[in-house]
Each structure stands twice: as C-alpha cells, then as structure tokens.
C-alpha cells in the first residue's frame, strides 16, 4: 500500500514529538531536586555582619567632610580662566636653585659681514655667497665648505638664509639674507 507524502509527513511528525517528550523527561521530568550552577559543595553559611560600627563611623566622617574649592569649577568642562590660573601661579613660590649655578652658555656665533646675495659660476656649479665686511667696502666670495676668518666655516648657502660653524666653538649660526643698500 503506497503512503501519500502528507501520511509520511505525519509519521515523521509523530516520531519528533515523541523523541522531543522523552528528551524532556530525561533531563526535567525527574522528580529529584534541580541542581544550579549558583550552589557550591559546601553548606551555607551567612556572613558575621553583627559589628556596623565600622560602617557607622565610616558614613559619619564622610557626611562630616566639606568641600573646599580650589577656584575650579568642576561641573565646567575644559580649562579654567586665565585669571585664576595667574592667581594660582602667583601664590606658588618660584623655584629658586641650590648649589653651584653652572656657567652660562657661549654666545652664539657671530658672522661680522652682510649676507647681501648668491650666485653660481658657472651655471649648475657650487652655490657661492657675496659677504661684504661691516666697516669696510671689501666683498668675500664663498662656497659651501669655506672657511671665512680663520674660524668660521659656511655650512650652506640657501635662499633667504646663509648658515655657517664657529670652528673653534662648535656653535652654530645664521644670517639672514640683506638687501644691498641704494647707493
């Protein structure tokens, strides 16, 4: 006898409704008591909470505390005024060194003539600096690498800038482009 698919359908629903009550049987239907996750092996004991003195006393200081503020207000987000800030800066004694003082830096170096313009000769070779002396009318012609007064090397020739070494001092130093006066 040839079974229908909605006759097959039934036998397989009656099958998974009998294996679903006896899953649950096996692991709800028992009548023994349920253990949790939330008991442990031993048996209970409650904590000794007869001495609220501690907490008392605790909660009474806490109660007894005022709140003494330092100019800021703490329910403003961001920082506080430039006015309190000089307020506060001011009431803190500035820090006054102990000991020896070591002595104070050299000088930086000092290039005594009139970064007044640059050049290449010829065209694509080494970048020169026209340097004309302070007192005098007498112009220097330098490259990069050339030392200038016996102790004064020219580290780079830029644009706008003329950097340079004291050799004998180790500092180091600028001179910014001049215009030539009109003569």
Known sequence: MAQT?????LIVLGVLVVLAASLWYV??????????????????????AQDYIV?????????????????????????????????QVAMKAPYRPQGPMPPPPPPPAQLPMIFFGYGM???????????KE?????????SEGDV????????????????FEDINTGQKGSKALEAAPVA
């Open 148 to 163: 200038l007064l016996n102790h004064i090397r020219i580290v780079r020739i830029g644009n706008e800038r003329l950097d």
């Open 5 to 9: 698919k909605q006759q097959k359908e």
């Open 27 to 48: 692991y709800y239907g028992r009548s023994e008591k349920a253990s949790s996750g939330l008991t442990s092996a031993g048996g209970y004991t409650p904590i000794n």
């Open 121 to 131: 000769l010829p065209a694509g070779g080494p970048r020169q600096a026209f340097l």
């Open 55 to 87: 907490l008392i006393n605790g909660l009474e200081k806490a109660q007894k505390t005022e709140y003494k503020s330092s100019g800021r207000n703490i329910f403003v987000i961001g920082p506080m005024p430039v006015e309190q800030q000089a307020q």
């Open 134 to 142: 302070e007192s005098g009318d007498e112009v220097h012609i330098v």
